[in-house]
């Protein structure tokens, strides 16, 4: 069974730094594409940034600079450095992992709240 799990959320001051991370199990087909979304309430979830196996990156316009993913093949695991966070950047933020060849996929993490206020 493929799970997909969140950890680093919190809240955190404008300003500040939050590392979240996303591990995940039960995958075999290991070439594939995963990325960071997040939803606020009333709002469609957006990409924030995503990677592929082969370490190529595209980042939202609203976070180049500020955030940079990053995966570990090894370790199935994939992060999001999150610094200089504005209160904008609030959100549940989901780990996603998709695959376009066959076999597809397309997998979620729970969510993880992020907060940033004072």
């Known amino acids: 069974q493929v799970q997909l799990v969140e950890s680093g959320g919190g809240l955190v001051q404008p300003g500040g730094s939050l590392r979240l991370s996303c591990a995940s199990s039960g995958i075999v087909f290991t070439v594939n594409t995963m990325g960071w979304y997040r939803q606020t309430p009333g709002k469609q979830r957006e990409l924030v940034a995503a990677?592929?196996?082969?370490?190529?990156?595209n980042y939202a316009d609203s976070v180049k600079g500020r955030f940079t993913i990053s995966r570990d093949n090894a370790k199935n695991t994939m992060y999001l450095q999150m610094n200089s966070l504005k209160p904008e950047d609030t959100a549940v933020y989901y780990c996603n992992m998709r695959r376009s060849s066959l076999p597809s996929y397309d997998y979620w993490g729970q969510g993880t709240q992020v907060t940033v206020s004072s």
């Open positions: 990677i592929t196996s082969g370490g190529m990156i």
